[in-house]
């Protein structure tokens, strides 16, 4: 009965995965594929793991820090001291104090009062977990663009592939009427010469492309984290609104999460600024200790007969001079963080530019797809057109083949006014900080 059961369901698991292996991937289902299987979101997730416990090493700082010792001793030869004359007689005495075998155990505990170098290693904490939830934010925005990229890739390749597979086919059908044309005398034969070149090239062409959409497929499952062997089939269509972007949009840095890392990270350098100046101030601590001792002449002696002894105190250190180091250590980090500062302006206009240009890119794109859409209509029309005309006579090779060269130039810039549609669609999406809801919205 339980082996019935375990196979049922081994049967219904590889039922499933092949169901899944055979049925097209939506953009969406490799996206969410991706945002489990990469490496980079393990990655991510170890950071924000490992931010979480320098939060708790922080705080830990500034708790009680309690050690424990303890020693054991055999004294093979006590050290003797000197008695000077006439404290215990006329000559000098030498005397051997302790006992052969001393055992020491002793415990301290010590308490930060004052610290403000351990305080603002506690504030460092907060923006320190921040930075690495960013980290895992503009990791799972990168998978997204870049897996979209891939299918995007994918999707045109396979155009590219139906339209040379398209125009094989109508290059054939003009090369079985050559042919007979030729064999009866109608043309010469270097017009047939000429069309069997322009049908051998296509298939060249097709061959690439079907190279090229292999090897984009094998981009894409790498950017899932989709075994190399595992198949992946993708739909032949996709389907996406026209965008309207609105000319007037304004750029806001802020929703990046590149200038959110950038400002984490800035505060971070001013508090370790704050950190080095801190060091000139001075630091108060408790301390407590507790022990016990025990001596004898004998080993078993040693190990009993202990006498307690205990302290409590307070440690002051105050730092007078340190040879310039700490103002060194200043200087280098203030003009660290005037570096970042500078940097973080940098990247402001940088990210600024590629929005203006992602915005001026898919208005572009966008209406040369519309138009060269409308134009492969047309040319199509032509095209088919000028074949009937040619087969009753009215018009020579020339055009026919003028009408074949215009509707497979009007392909050749549709498919490239879809590359750059899809791209500038991406990039649009990532200058504006919104990848992610571009995916939940898939």
Not at 228 to 239: E, G, N, R, V, Y
Not at 295 to 318: D, M, Y
């Amino acid at each position: 009965m339980k082996k019935t059961i375990v196979l049922g369901i081994s049967l219904i698991l590889a039922a499933t995965g092949l169901s899944r292996a055979q049925s097209p991937w939506s953009l969406k289902q490799c996206i969410d594929y991706g945002l489990q299987h990469y490496g980079t979101v393990r990655i991510a997730q170890y950071q924000v793991a490992n931010a979480n416990q320098q939060a708790r090493q922080a705080v830990g700082q500034y708790l009680p820090n309690i050690t424990g010792s303890g020693n054991f001793t055999d004294n093979i030869k006590l050290q003797t001291s000197i008695i000077p004359a006439g404290v215990f007689g006329p000559e000098p005495v030498r005397v051997a104090f302790g006992q052969k075998y001393q055992t020491n155990l002793v415990a301290q505990a010590t308490q930060p009062i004052y610290d403000k170098s351990l305080l603002i290693g506690l504030k460092a904490a907060k923006p320190n977990q921040q930075l690495a939830e960013l980290n895992t934010r503009q990791t799972r925005e990168d998978i997204v663009y870049n897996i979209t990229s891939n299918f995007f890739q994918v999707f045109i390749a396979k155009q590219q592939i139906n339209l040379l597979r398209d125009n094989l086919a109508r290059t054939e059908q003009v090369l079985n009427i050559l042919r007979l044309q030729r064999d009866n005398g109608v043309i010469q034969p270097v017009d047939y010469t000429n069309t069997e070149v322009s049908y051998n090239n296509t298939r060249s062409l097709l061959s690439l492309a079907e190279n090229d959409l292999a090897l984009s497929l094998n981009r894409l499952k790498f950017q899932m984290g989709l075994n190399q062997d595992q198949p992946l089939a993708l739909p032949d269509s996709l389907t996406f609104a026209p965008v309207q972007v609105a000319e007037t949009a304004t750029f806001d840095p802020r929703r990046l999460a590149s200038i959110q890392q950038s400002e984490t990270n800035l505060a971070l350098q001013r508090l370790q600024l704050d950190r080095i100046k801190a060091g000139y101030q001075p630091t108060l601590s408790a301390t407590a200790s507790y022990g016990t001792l025990a001596f004898a002449n004998n080993f078993g002696g040693a190990l009993k007969n202990f006498t307690g002894f205990g302290s409590i105190g307070l440690s002051l250190r105050v730092p007078i001079f340190d040879g310039l180091q700490r103002d060194a250590q200043i200087q280098q980090q203030r003009l660290t963080v005037l570096t970042q500062e500078e940097q973080q302006r940098l990247n402001t206009s940088s990210f600024q530019l590629q929005f203006n240009n992602a915005q001026s890119q898919l208005q572009k794109a966008q209406t040369s797809v519309q138009n060269d859409e409308r134009n492969v209509k047309l040319a199509q029309e032509v095209y088919n057109v000028t074949t009937l005309q040619y087969r009753q006579g009215t018009k020579s090779l020339t055009d026919l083949i003028n009408a074949d060269n215009s509707y497979r130039q009007a392909q050749s810039n549709y498919i490239n006014s879809l590359i750059n549609f899809y791209q500038a669609r991406l990039d649009l999406e990532q200058s504006q900080g919104t990848l992610l809801n571009f995916y939940n919205q898939l």
